[in-house]
Nanobody, 114 residues
């Protein structure tokens, strides 16, 4: 059974940083594409970043240059380092495993105060 558990969210001032973690069980993150999405209140869920099995990364234009997706194969964990946070980054952040029809974590709240 695939399970994704996110952590690391919280309240931070604009300009600050947070690192989100997504620890997986039931899959191996190093051989699967993994991604981060976010959903702000009243808005649709949007893609943020993706890391492919070979290590290639892609980012939404809104976070390019500020966010970095990475993984620790030994810990079977994917990270999202978020720097220079803005109020518009406030959202629930979800981890996704691109396996079969896709698996999602439960989400972690990130709130950026201006």
């Amino acid at each position: 059974q695939v399970q994704l558990v996110e952590s690391g969210g919280g309240l931070v001032q604009a300009g600050g940083s947070l690192r989100l973690s997504c620890t997986a069980s039931g899959i191996i993150v190093s051989i699967n594409a993994m991604g981060w999405y976010r959903q702000a209140p009243g808005k649709q869920r949007e893609w943020v970043a993706k890391i492919l099995s070979g290590g290639l990364t892609n980012y939404a234009d809104s976070v390019k240059g500020r966010f970095t997706i990475s993984r620790d194969n030994a810990k079977n964990t994917v990270y999202l380092q978020m720097n220079s946070l803005k109020s518009e980054d406030t959202a629930v952040y979800f981890c996704k495993a691109f396996v079969s029809a896709g698996y999602w974590g439960q989400g972690t709240q990130v709130t950026v105060s201006s």
